[in-house]
């Protein structure tokens, strides 16, 4: 049985004489212990979705199932103490100014009853889980943002939850501290067995520890799949928009507006063959490389390039056929990329 179950859920707001629909009829299925990852670009209601499933925002329509409980079935009491075994780690770190990192950390532990002396033990355990043993009296104006970060993944670890909910946890964060905070969920993941749900409009967060990715567009789920399969063969718009990143200022960007654009990816099991040298040796006629990178997708390593083939449709046919003969995945990726 899934830990998480959403069921056709859709919510809608008013907005002065129009209603907006945030989300609409999502299905999701997330198992215990697993990475999964909700991207969508700024807008696309998956914020709205993470705070559905802890029923922060009450769905219009629809049901979330936390281990086959339905919350909306939920006393305030009920789920209050539902809550409690949801963690939730947000973008501004959400720390308060006034006490220190420990007081930080155990007042969740103080919020639900539990003795002073307990709490700060539970914290200094969860201080050492993130590696910041040495700033428990620190306060959070003396901390960088990825301090902050490990105290905010520490406070909400304190309940002992059996899932974290993590809204854009790393987009204030530097590269560098990105992966270190990534690399550091991952560990928590693997060492508590906590179920991590990501939302993120950053396809490489994705790529770097999820297992499982649902793409959300304008309220809709439009792709949902295992991480790799979803990178390799992008079959949605919005996920081919996602993969190639169109939005990094540091991307490359031409236009051929005579040719076709085509995405490669090259895993494991493709072929070592000189391929784009071989491509221009076979069929004597040029072809440009837009793009060519190597990312990290769920641990290893996978090769993109993107090429733009010269002009004749049944030249580029015949191109793209030679290279699917490779064991290579190839899509279509439009003019500008």
């Not at 705070?51 to 409980?69: A, H, M």
């Not at 992008?234 to 076709?260: F, H, M």
Request: with cysteine; proline share 3%.
């Amino acid at each position: 049985m899934s830990e998480i179950e959403i069921k056709e859920l859709t919510k809608k707001f008013r907005v002065k004489e129009h209603t907006v629909t945030a989300l609409d009829h999502i299905n999701l299925s997330v198992e215990k212990g697993d990475i999964f990852g909700i991207i969508g670009m700024s807008g696309a209601g998956k914020s709205t979705l993470v705070r559905s499933i802890n029923f922060l925002e009450t769905p219009s329509e629809g049901q979330v199932l936390i281990d086959g409980v339905d919350l909306a079935g939920l006393s305030e009491k009920e789920l209050r103490k539902k809550r409690s075994e949801i963690g939730m780690i947000f973008q501004g770190f959400n720390l308060l100014e006034q006490k220190n990192v420990i007081d930080n950390i155990c007042f969740p532990l103080e919020i639900a009853g539990v003795k002073k002396k307990e709490a700060r033990k539970r914290a200094g355990e969860l201080l050492k889980t993130v590696s910041l043993e040495d700033k428990e009296k620190a306060y959070p104006s003396q901390l960088s943002g990825g301090q902050k970060q490990r105290v905010a993944i520490a406070r909400a670890l304190a309940s002992n939850p059996g899932i974290l909910l993590c809204d854009e946890a790393t987009s204030a964060l530097d590269p560098q501290t990105t992966e270190s905070i990534l690399q550091l969920l991952k560990e928590i993941n693997e060492k508590y067995g906590i179920t991590i749900v990501m939302i993120t409009h950053q396809m490489s967060v994705v790529t770097r520890i999820c297992k499982k990715v649902a793409i959300i567009e304008n309220g809709v789920l439009v792709e949902e799949g295992a991480v790799d399969e979803v990178f390799e063969t992008p079959k949605s718009d919005a996920a081919r928009e996602l993969i190639l990143e169109k939005k990094n200022e540091y991307l490359p960007v031409e236009k051929l507006k005579e040719g076709r654009n085509i995405r490669i990816v090259f895993h494991d099991n493709s072929s070592y063959e000189p391929l784009v040298a071989n491509l221009i040796l076979n069929f004597n006629r040029p072809v440009n490389i837009l793009k060519a990178d190597t990312k990290n997708v769920g641990g290893k390593a996978r090769g993109e390039m993107i090429l733009g083939l010269p002009a004749g449709a049944q030249l580029q046919d015949e191109m793209i056929e030679w290279i699917r003969q490779r064991g290579l995945s190839v899509t279509e990726v439009g003019e500008d990329v």
